[in-house]
């Protein structure tokens, strides 16, 4: 299909000055987004080069980001029952840029977030612990919304950005639960018994988290 012939698809879609200039503005929003990923990557590395510096550990033991396709926001907006338009992007869709933080322990994510919100130029919007409060099926995360500014050529604009620390264990779990995808027409009983399957393992993760913790507190206080 070629490249007029998707634009018509969208126009009854999305915002019409999206499609300006070759979809400049969308792109220049996306850019956005790919700047306060930058920013805050940024600022969780200091962090963790700092605690390496001062205390010879890493609590942060990788980083991932991602920006949100524009399919994926489309859909998105759709499901919500909102307009498809820049204004609607910037209003509603916050996860828009996304960072996942894997660190080492439990107690490293909620350092790793204390220090991260006592930051001057960091503004919390939102904050869900499903760490302490899983998910029914067993999903254990800390996600934070938050706001970051980024300086452009003439003008400061506040960001906001999707953050998910877990631990080792908590991303285990959760990227072979994604990977599993089991049929959503199995038998009912069969599927009970995969959901309560999925929670033990989720529970045996999170004991592992707890045991291994504890491990470090030992050898800390020695």
């Known amino acids: 299909m070629v490249k007029s012939e998707l634009k018509d698809l969208y126009l009854d879609e999305l915002d019409k ?3 300006e200039e070759e979809t400049l503005p969308f792109r ?11 920013e805050i990557e940024t ?29 994926g926001i489309i859909k998105k907006l759709k499901r919500r029952g909102l307009p498809v338009t820049l204004e609607s992007i910037k209003e509603h ?8 933080v894997i660190c080492s322990f ?19 919007i939102q904050r869900k612990d499903y760490i302490k409060n899983p998910k ?10 938050v706001e970051v500014p980024i300086f452009l050529k003439n003008q400061k604009k506040w960001v906001k950005a999707e953050i998910q620390l877990r ?3 908590m991303d285990f779990w959760a990227s072979l639960e994604h990977k599993l995808c089991y049929k959503k027409d199995l038998d009912e009983d069969i599927e009970r018994a995969i959901e309560e399957s999925l929670w033990i393992a989720a529970e045996t993760c999170y004991k592992l988290d ?13």
């Not at 107690?107 to 919390?124: A, G, N, P």
């Not at 029914?136 to 919304?145: F, K």
């Open 93 to 100: 869709i916050w996860d828009i840029a996304g960072l996942r």
């Open 167 to 169: 631990t080792m264990a």
């Open 17 to 19: 000055d999206m499609w």
């Open 106 to 124: 439990p107690e490293d994510v909620y350092m790793i977030e204390q220090c991260l919100l006592e930051q001057d130029d960091i503004r919390l």
């Open 210 to 222: 707890q045991d291994m913790e504890a491990v470090r507190r030992k050898i800390q206080k020695e």
């Open 28 to 38: 220049r929003l996306m850019s956005y987004y790919s700047c306060a990923v930058m």
């Open 43 to 71: 600022k969780l590395r200091v962090l963790n080069e700092e605690f390496s510096l001062e205390y010879d550990k890493n609590p942060i033991e990788s980083i991932e980001s991602r920006i949100k396709s524009k399919d």
């Open 136 to 145: 029914p099926g067993g999903y254990r995360s800390l996600h934070l919304i």
